[in-house]
C-alpha cells in the first residue's frame, strides 16, 4: 500500500518550453501532496505544498508563476515548469501524505522526475 | 523557521562496523524525526522513524535515539554491510507540515 507514481521518469525539453510533471498516490487519497527539488549531491529542498482544491503554498525563494501547481483531485497533483531554463534541471520528487493514516505525519515518496533542459 | 543539521557529511566504514549519524533542530514543535536511504538516482526510502513520545526505536539493525530536550536525533547501524552504502537523510516534521531534510550523509561501507 501508500505507492506513490510520478510520470514522466525523466524529460528532455528545449530551453523556453513547459514541461508537465504529474503525482499520483496510486492506493490512497492525499489531501496535501508536497513538492521538492533536488539537485546532484544535494539534498532535498521543499519547493511548495499543494492542497486538494486550493492553492498551493510555495516556499521562499520559489516563483509561483514559473513552477505552476494544480491539486485538482485527491490522488493527483501536477507540476509545470513554464518556460524551462538550463538551470532548472534536476530531479523532481513529489511526496504525499494519507488522508485516513492514523499519524499524519508519514510522507511517501514518488520515485521522481529527471528534467533536462537543453 | 525549522532547521536541521546532520553530521557527518560523509562516513566511511569497515564492513561489521557500526554507524552513527547525527541531526540536530531548532523548533521544539517538531514531533516527528524519520530517517531516509536514497541510492542514486531513486527515491528516499523511509527506513525508520520515531515520534515525540518515544526516546529510541530499534528495527534489527537500525535503531534511531531522540533527545528532545537536546533537539537532538541519530540514527544507528550495526553489522555494517556493503548494501547499506547510500545517502541518508534525516528529516523533522510534524502533523500537517512538510518535512525538512538535513543535508545528508553519504556513507561508505568497505569489504
Known amino acids: 500500500g501508500a505507492v506513490v507514481s510520478q510520470h514522466p521518469s525523466w524529460v528532455i525539453c528545449k530551453s523556453g518550453t513547459s514541461v508537465k510533471i504529474e503525482c499520483r498516490s496510486l492506493?490512497?487519497?492525499?489531501?496535501?501532496m508536497f513538492w521538492y527539488r533536488q539537485f546532484p549531491k544535494q539534498s532535498l529542498m521543499l519547493m511548495a505544498t499543494?492542497?486538494?482544491?486550493?492553492?498551493?503554498?510555495?516556499e521562499q525563494g520559489v516563483e509561483k508563476d514559473k513552477f505552476l501547481i494544480n491539486h485538482a483531485s485527491l490522488t493527483l497533483s501536477t507540476l509545470t515548469v513554464t518556460s524551462a531554463h538550463p538551470e532548472d534541471s534536476s530531479f523532481y520528487i513529489c511526496?504525499?501524505?494519507?488522508?485516513?493514516?492514523?499519524?499524519?505525519?508519514?510522507?511517501?515518496f514518488g520515485p521522481g522526475t529527471r528534467l533536462t533542459v537543453l | 523557521g525549522e532547521n536541521v543539521e546532520q553530521h557527518p557529511s560523509t562516513l566511511s566504514v569497515q564492513e561489521g562496523d557500526s554507524a552513527v549519524i547525527k541531526c540536530t533542530y531548532s523548533d521544539s514543535a517538531s514531533n516527528y524525526f524519520p530517517w531516509y536511504k536514497q541510492e542514486l538516482g531513486k527515491r528516499p526510502q523511509l527506513i525508520i522513524d520515531?515520534?515525540?513520545?518515544?526516546g529510541e526505536k530499534k528495527d534489527q539493525r537500525i535503531a534511531v535515539t531522540l533527545n528532545k530536550t537536546a533537539k537532538h536525533f541519530s540514527l544507528h547501524i550495526t553489522e555494517t554491510q556493503p548494501e547499506d552504502s547510500a545517502v541518508y537523510f534525516c528529516a523533522v516534521g510534524q502533523a500537517g507540515t512538510a518535512l525538512i531534510f538535513g543535508k545528508g550523509t553519504t556513507l561508505s561501507v568497505s569489504s
Open positions: 520515531i515520534r515525540s513520545n518515544v
Open positions: 511526496s504525499a501524505r494519507d488522508r485516513v493514516a492514523g499519524f499524519t505525519d508519514t510522507q511517501y
Open positions: 492506493d490512497f487519497q492525499a489531501t496535501t
Open positions: 499543494s492542497n486538494e482544491g486550493s492553492k498551493a503554498t510555495y
